[in-house]
């Protein structure tokens, strides 16, 4: 199990970018968040190395049809387990 920091920009709020992230990571048994933040989402996801490598795919090249992913970033942090399912902020 790992926790990942990822940062995504671009046309990610008000276009269901949250939602499909929360339905991709429910899918790969991913655990944290995903929160507005200005003009970013902020994701915390906690999951094996594999369910992760594949959620930060899935997310970036656009969780909903009406997102468009500018930039992300992505940081391997200390392992966050205080989530037990994923929620959005």
Same mark, same amino acid.
């Given at each position: +199990? %790992?926790? !990942? +920091?990822?940062? =995504?920009? &671009? !046309?990610?709020?008000?276009? &269901?970018?949250? #939602?499909?992230?929360?339905?991709?990571?429910? !899918?790969?048994?991913?655990? &944290?968040?995903?929160?507005? =933040?200005?003009?970013? =989402? %902020?994701? $915390?996801?906690? &999951?094996?190395?594999?369910? $992760?490598? %594949?959620?930060? !795919?899935?997310?970036? %090249?656009?969780?909903?049809?009406?997102?468009?992913?500018?930039? #992300?970033?992505?940081?391997?942090?200390?392992?966050?387990?205080?989530?037990?399912?994923?929620?959005?902020?």
């Amino acid at each position: +199990m %790992e926790s !990942r +920091m990822i940062i =995504v920009s &671009g !046309r990610v709020q008000g276009v &269901g970018f949250r #939602y499909s992230t929360k339905v991709i990571a429910d !899918r790969l048994n991913i655990t &944290g968040y995903a929160a507005n =933040v200005r003009d970013y =989402v %902020e994701i $915390l996801a906690t &999951g094996s190395e594999a369910d $992760l490598d %594949e959620f930060v !795919r899935q997310v970036t %090249e656009g969780a909903s049809p009406a997102s468009n992913v500018d930039d #992300y970033s992505v940081k391997t942090i200390p392992l966050e387990d205080g989530y037990d399912r994923f929620v959005t902020k």
